[in-house]
């Protein structure tokens, strides 16, 4: 029977320092059991997180102590070198990767006396690359009003913003992992970065896809993912968890102090249009005879001043787009109005002969670079307009999406990249299932771990809790006989793991009014009833599909024949919202009249939507 020792060198350890070309194998410095790896699907607040892998340096022979010595002078060194030090740790009878990264060289320790003492080290997963700053500007598409980029698409890498910004940060397309990746097929109608923005591979993405619904992760073997969080209604659960598959103390279940009762998401209007973008605070004064003096420019002087010793920029304004506040068509000032990018950018100045551009002009999404120069060697010359038209693409109006239209303290987000009512209500409503029930937390601890990302049924036996969660964190431990556990952590997606829809049916008798007449020999009593052909409650993964059919009664006699068809007004009222025209208003208006029996689909189901009937005399 194999020892502990060697089930603890089932696991190999490796470096690969800056220069080598063969990785370093320094398993046998490593006891197993002190290995850790922190698995993070997202944050608590939906956003993407990073991969940690602890593991501690030991010895206890010289050979070992040797290779010690010998791993702790050269991570020193790429430390002080600020070489990057890739690790990854493997199965040896498998083959395959438990963890794939760089060295977090940014706390080493030791204390060292006769001999080095033991190393505790981190390594993060394989998004370290993300962190650069981006250093080059760009646009998608290029061309104002041209077809949209995706967000995540591997059948149009050429159009795929993660895409196409991974293999900037350095990643090839065999370090993206497209079949473990979800489609993120959201198309951005316009999406830009400036370097004046300083932003990281890692910030940008972190917000596209947090405004998506999806969060990037990286795999075991060091691959970028790319994982939609969205959970359509009437999702059913990936696996079961009851008390035979726990180890330790089973289910723990807590809750937090979420206030919020709703989402609101604001988010803009996009526009485009040919204005000018910039104008110079030139002087309008006059001369005697009616002509705008200008800027005086001294002899062999400049325009801006010290323009020709430092670079000196026009920063672009919206304001100039606000043409009924401009002409005085209006009193209100715009103040919505905000700069995307300018495209095809033209200089209008009105100057002195004398008065001449000085070379590189340069023209920027959002600014430019102009400088001008009085050649004129004795004489002063001037300057008397200098303004810079172009394309604009520009937010034009901020609007606000609150879901459900009733809350009265919603979560706000302001966003980037959500430019119409779609995208901010499908936005709205993901966070709002996660803000409604992802206050609650499952964890617990298993031998091996389950999928990230997964949806799993909370059921403890002996116990009321009955719920879907979603697995966002793993933590996972190596033990002396070879096996991994885990320590799992699951968000609440749902308060139940089936939420019933329901039919319910009123009488409503309208009609004019007039004087109340003497007391009738026979009362009236109506009462509706509504037949479902495939029962009056539905729940995810029965079949959903039924036809409800009016039936109206008249002191207990059926008079449904009797009524015309534009007596039948059906109202459909869904707890989920939808978009036009499949939103609850539209149907109304459309089932107001002259139906009596209506069909309900599986996604009216999975909007958990409630179906009334009201006759109207």
């Known amino acids: 029977?194999?020892?502990?020792?060697?089930?603890?060198?089932?696991?190999?350890?490796?470096?690969?320092?800056?220069?080598?070309?063969?990785?370093?194998?320094?398993?046998?410095?490593?006891?197993?059991?002190?290995?850790?790896?922190?698995?993070?699907?997202?944050?608590?607040?939906?956003?993407?997180?990073?991969?940690?892998?602890?593991?501690?340096?030991?010895?206890?022979?010289?050979?070992?102590?040797?290779?010690?010595?010998?791993?702790?002078?050269?991570?020193?060194?790429?430390?002080?070198?600020?070489?990057?030090?890739?690790?990854?740790?493997?199965n040896r009878t498998t083959y395959t990767s438990i963890f794939f990264g760089r060295?977090?060289?940014?706390?080493?320790?030791?204390?060292?006396?006769?001999?080095?003492?033991?190393?505790?080290?981190?390594?993060?997963?394989?998004?370290?690359?993300?962190?650069?700053?981006?250093?080059?500007?760009?646009?998608?598409?290029?061309i104002i009003g041209d077809t949209p980029y995706y967000v995540f698409n591997s059948s149009a890498k050429n159009r795929s913003i993660v895409h196409i910004l991974a293999a900037r940060a350095g990643y090839l397309a065999v370090e993206i992992d497209d079949l473990g990746s979800d489609p993120v097929l959201l198309q951005i109608q316009h999406i830009s970065?400036?370097?004046?923005?300083?932003?990281?591979?890692?910030?940008?993405?972190?917000?596209?896809?947090?405004?998506?619904?999806?969060?990037?992760?990286?795999?075991?073997?060091?691959?970028?993912?790319?994982r939609s969080l969205i959970v359509p209604p009437g999702r059913t659960a990936d696996s079961i968890l009851g008390s035979t598959y726990f180890v330790g103390n089973g289910i723990q279940t807590k809750t937090g102090d979420r206030q919020e009762d709703g989402v609101e998401i604001t988010w803009a209007d996009l526009s485009a249009m040919r204005a000018k973008v910039f104008s110079a605070n030139i002087s309008l004064s006059r001369d005697d005879a009616g002509e705008i003096i200008g800027e005086e420019i001294p002899p062999k002087t400049y325009y801006p001043a010290t323009g020709d010793i430092e670079e000196v920029y026009q920063d672009f304004s919206a304001s100039w787009l606000d043409r009924p506040y401009f002409t005085k068509n209006s009193r209100l000032e715009n103040k919505d109005l905000s700069l995307i990018t300018v495209h095809n950018p033209t200089l209008e100045?009105?100057?002195?002969?004398?008065?001449?551009?000085?070379?590189?002009?340069?023209?920027?999404?959002?600014?430019?670079?102009?400088?001008?120069?009085?050649?004129?060697?004795?004489?002063?010359?001037?300057?008397?307009?200098?303004?810079?038209?172009?394309?604009?693409?520009?937010?034009?109006?901020?609007?606000?999406?609150?879901?459900?239209?009733?809350?009265?303290?919603?979560?706000?987000?302001?966003t980037e990249f959500v430019f119409n009512t779609k995208h901010a209500h499908m936005l709205a409503n993901h966070l709002r299932l996660f803000y409604a029930f992802g206050d609650v937390q499952h964890s617990w601890k298993q031998k091996g771990a389950p999928p990230m990302f997964s949806i799993v049924n909370v059921s403890p036996s002996n116990s009321a809790i009955s719920s879907l969660a979603m697995v966002i964190r793993i933590k996972e431990s190596f033990s002396g006989d070879g096996n991994i556990f885990s320590e799992v952590t699951a968000v609440g997606i749902s308060i139940f793991n089936s939420e019933p829809t329901r039919i319910r049916s009123v009488v409503n008798g309208k009609g004019?009014?007039?004087?109340?007449?003497?007391?009738?020999?026979?009362?009236?009593?109506?009462?509706?009833?509504?037949?479902?052909?495939?029962?009056?409650?539905?729940?995810?993964?029965?079949?959903?599909?039924?036809?409800?059919?009016?039936?109206?009664?008249?002191?207990?006699?059926?008079?449904?024949?009797?009524?015309?068809?534009?007596?039948?007004?059906?109202?459909?009222?869904?707890?989920?919202?939808?978009?036009?025209?499949?939103?609850?208003?539209?149907?109304?208006?459309?089932?107001?009249?002259?139906?009596?029996?209506?069909?309900?689909?599986?996604?009216?189901?999975?909007?958990?939507?409630?179906?009334?009937?009201?006759?109207?005399?």
Not at 55 to 84: D, Q, S, W
Not at 120 to 139: G, I, V, Y
Not at 580 to 606: C, E, F, K, M
Request: glycine share 6%; with cysteine; net charge negative.
């Open 349 to 414: 100045a009105i100057r002195d002969s004398q008065i001449v551009l000085v070379a590189p002009t340069i023209f920027e999404s959002l600014r430019a670079r102009i400088l001008f120069q009085n050649t004129e060697a004795e004489e002063s010359r001037f300057l008397k307009s200098f303004d810079i038209l172009g394309d604009c693409l520009y937010r034009s109006k901020i609007n606000s999406s609150i879901v459900p239209v009733t809350a009265g303290k919603p979560k706000k987000h302001t």
């Open 193 to 226: 970065y400036n370097l004046q923005s300083k932003r990281s591979y890692r910030n940008f993405l972190d917000q596209l896809l947090f405004e998506c619904g999806a969060v990037y992760s990286f795999t075991s073997d060091g691959k970028l993912q790319v």
């Open 103 to 142: 060295m977090d060289l940014g706390n080493l320790s030791q204390t060292n006396k006769r001999d080095p003492g033991w190393l505790t080290l981190e390594a993060e997963d394989n998004s370290w690359r993300l962190e650069a700053e981006m250093d080059d500007a760009f646009e998608f598409p290029s």
């Open 512 to 617: 004019a009014s007039g004087e109340i007449g003497p007391r009738g020999v026979e009362g009236r009593s109506y009462r509706t009833e509504i037949d479902s052909s495939n029962g009056d409650v539905f729940k995810p993964g029965e079949s959903m599909t039924t036809t409800l059919v009016g039936k109206v009664y008249l002191n207990e006699k059926e008079i449904t024949g009797d009524l015309p068809d534009t007596a039948f007004v059906w109202k459909r009222t869904s707890y989920y919202s939808r978009l036009p025209p499949d939103d609850d208003y539209s149907w109304n208006l459309s089932h107001a009249s002259g139906y009596r029996q209506v069909t309900v689909l599986a996604d009216s189901i999975q909007s958990r939507a409630t179906y009334s009937l009201e006759i109207h005399f």
């Open 1 to 90: 029977m194999p020892s502990h020792e060697n089930k603890r060198m089932r696991w190999q350890y490796e470096f690969l320092f800056f220069g080598d070309s063969v990785w370093t194998d320094f398993s046998i410095l490593i006891d197993s059991r002190a290995t850790t790896i922190e698995r993070n699907g997202c944050s608590n607040d939906l956003s993407s997180s990073i991969d940690v892998c602890q593991f501690t340096l030991k010895y206890a022979t010289t050979a070992k102590k040797a290779l010690h010595n010998h791993v702790m002078g050269r991570l020193m060194i790429a430390k002080l070198a600020k070489e990057p030090v890739l690790f990854r740790c493997t």
